[in-house]
């Protein structure tokens, strides 16, 4: 009796055959959302860092939140500037449309206010683009035992039946039928794997996406401390650069 894995395979029945070739089929799967995840992650955090790092000094002097807004266009691939940079636009449109009205502290606190509620918007949009395909490979963590779980059932009833029929060895006990209960195993282990390794990958991404939302909402929350230190006592033309065109988001 061969229980090597290609002589496993070979002994299988038609049931198991196919449970295998879907369990591998989600496991492949599975790996493609990991790479492309893991990549996404790490391409995201590498240029949100770059462009906050850039963004801090503009807004942290008064008279440069034009090169603040237009930063944005260097770094569209960065989820941290398409929450802030729309925000940036936004608040300079508002100050330009406040005109005179720009010195009233109320206004200005409604601007701010207005562009947090943007900014949380945006967000949730970002944190919903980071999420995707996660929730796919939670569900073949779940899935995976019970997939394969099925072709053990299965692998179990072959079994059984070859040990009550003497024409296919019945008679000779268990070691006449341990293939069929190694194919019955063989198909749980393989579910197992695939479970393990996607609840293994699951968790870790939404430890880095949690971690990845609480630095975006720490930037967000200082970026409106700073709009409202560079507009505090100022007119609208010494908190945005002279001439600094405000761009569309």
């Given amino acids: 009796m061969d229980f090597s894995l290609l002589g496993l395979w070979n002994q299988m029945g038609a049931v198991a055959k196919v449970v295998v070739l879907i369990l591998l089929g989600m496991s492949m799967y599975a790996i493609g959302i990991v790479l492309e995840r893991f990549l996404t992650f790490r391409k995201g955090k590498q240029r949100s860092l770059a462009y906050l790092g850039a963004l801090q000094p503009l807004v942290s002097a008064r008279g440069r939140l034009g090169e ?92 059984f039946q070859q040990m009550a029929d003497p024409a296919k060895g019945g008679g000779g006990g268990l070691a006449s039928v341990s293939a069929g209960i190694a194919e019955a195993l063989l198909t749980t282990a393989v579910g197992l794997a695939v479970a393990i390794g996607s609840v293994w990958f699951y968790n870790f991404f939404v430890t880095k996406l949690d971690q990845f939302s609480a630095v975006i909402e720490d930037s967000a929350g200082e970026l409106a401390d700073q709009l409202t230190r560079s507009t505090r006592g100022a007119a609208p033309a010494a908190a945005v650069n002279a001439g600094a065109t405000v761009t569309t988001a």
Avoid: C, W
């Fill in 68 to 159: 603040a807004v237009a930063l944005t266009q260097s770094y569209k691939d960065a989820p941290a500037a398409r929450v802030m940079g729309p925000a940036l636009n936004d608040f300079v449109a508002g100050l330009d449309g406040l005109g005179a009205a720009a010195s009233d502290a109320v206004e200005l606190e409604m601007l701010i206010h207005g562009v947090t509620r943007g900014m949380e918007r945006a967000k949730k949009r970002e944190v919903a683009a980071l999420q995707r395909g996660l929730p796919v490979l939670a569900t073949i963590s779940s899935s995976a035992p019970f997939v394969g779980l099925f072709g053990t059932v299965f692998g179990i009833i072959t079994a």
